[in-house]
C-alpha cells in the first residue's frame, strides 16, 4: 500500500487518519511542524503528502513552495484547509499543490482523492514523451515535458504540478478543444473529486499562462471543456 506522509499539528486529526488509514494498510509517517515536514519529505519516499495548511514554525503553504521550487519535489500534495475562499484555494494551488480538501472532510473522500493522485501520477510517469524531443509548442508557448518547464515569449513560467498535466493535454490537442470530462479523467482516473476543483486549477492555470500577456491563450467553452487559440483570435 502507498506511503503517506501526514504534515499536521492537530493530534485529534492525527489520531482519526491513523485509525483510518491504518487499517487500511497504508504505511504512515507524521510530523508536527512545517520544519520538520520538509525534512521529513526531502528524507523519506512517500507517494502522497498530506499538508495542512496551517502550521507552526513553517505554514503549509511556504513548505509546499519550498518543496516544488528549491527542490523540484514531484510527489503529490494534497493540502488540509479550514479556508474555503476561491482565493484560498488558488493560493494553495499556485503553491504547488495538486489538490485541496475543505475542513472538515470524510475520510472515504481523502482517500479517494490520494489514490486518484498515485494513479495519475503512475500515468504521468509512464507516458511524459510528448515525442522524441520531449518538447511541445503552441503559438509562444514552449513546453519541456521532461524538464518540467514553460515558457512564453522566453519568459519562464511558474504553473503547478496538476496545471503543468493539464497544459501538456491542451497543448497536444490545440487549437482543438478538450472536454471537461477528458481532462477530469486524465487527472483522477475514475474519483474525481466534486465541486469546482477542474475550474480551479483552470483558474490557477490562466493566471500564469494569460494574466502577465497581452494576449490570452486558455479558453472556456461553457459546460463543454476548454482549448488554446492561436494568439491572434483567442
Not at 174 to 184: D, H, T
Amino acid at each position: 500500500m502507498p506511503a503517506l506522509l501526514l504534515v499536521e499539528d492537530n493530534e485529534d486529526i492525527l489520531a482519526m487518519l491513523y485509525a483510518f488509514f491504518e487499517p487500511l494498510g497504508y504505511e504512515l509517517d507524521c510530523a508536527r511542524n512545517g520544519c520538520a515536514g520538509l525534512e521529513q519529505a526531502l528524507a523519506g519516499r512517500f507517494d502522497c503528502l498530506v499538508l495542512d495548511v496551517m502550521l507552526p514554525g513553517m505554514d503549509g503553504i511556504t513548505l509546499c513552495r519550498t518543496l516544488r521550487e528549491k527542490h523540484d519535489y514531484r510527489t503529490p500534495i494534497i493540502m488540509l484547509t479550514a479556508r474555503d475562499t476561491v482565493p484560498d484555494r488558488v493560493l494553495g494551488l499556485e503553491s504547488g499543490a495538486d489538490d485541496y480538501l475543505i475542513k472538515p472532510f470524510a475520510l472515504k473522500e481523502l482517500e479517494a482523492r490520494i489514490r486518484a493522485l498515485i494513479r495519475a501520477r503512475g500515468r504521468g510517469q509512464q507516458g511524459t514523451g510528448g515525442g522524441s524531443s520531449g518538447e511541445l509548442r503552441h503559438a509562444d508557448v514552449v513546453v519541456d515535458v521532461a524538464g518540467h518547464r514553460v515558457t512564453r515569449q522566453g519568459r519562464e513560467l511558474r504553473i503547478s504540478p496538476t496545471g503543468f498535466r493539464i497544459l501538456c493535454e491542451l497543448m497536444r490537442a490545440a487549437p482543438a478543444l478538450v472536454a471537461r470530462e477528458e481532462l477530469e479523467q486524465m487527472l483522477w482516473g475514475d474519483d474525481p473529486p466534486g465541486g469546482s476543483a477542474l475550474r480551479t486549477h483552470i483558474h490557477e492555470l490562466r493566471q500564469a499562462l494569460d494574466k502577465p500577456f497581452d494576449v490570452p491563450l486558455l479558453q472556456t467553452v461553457s459546460h463543454v471543456g476548454y482549448r488554446l487559440g492561436g494568439g491572434e483570435d483567442a
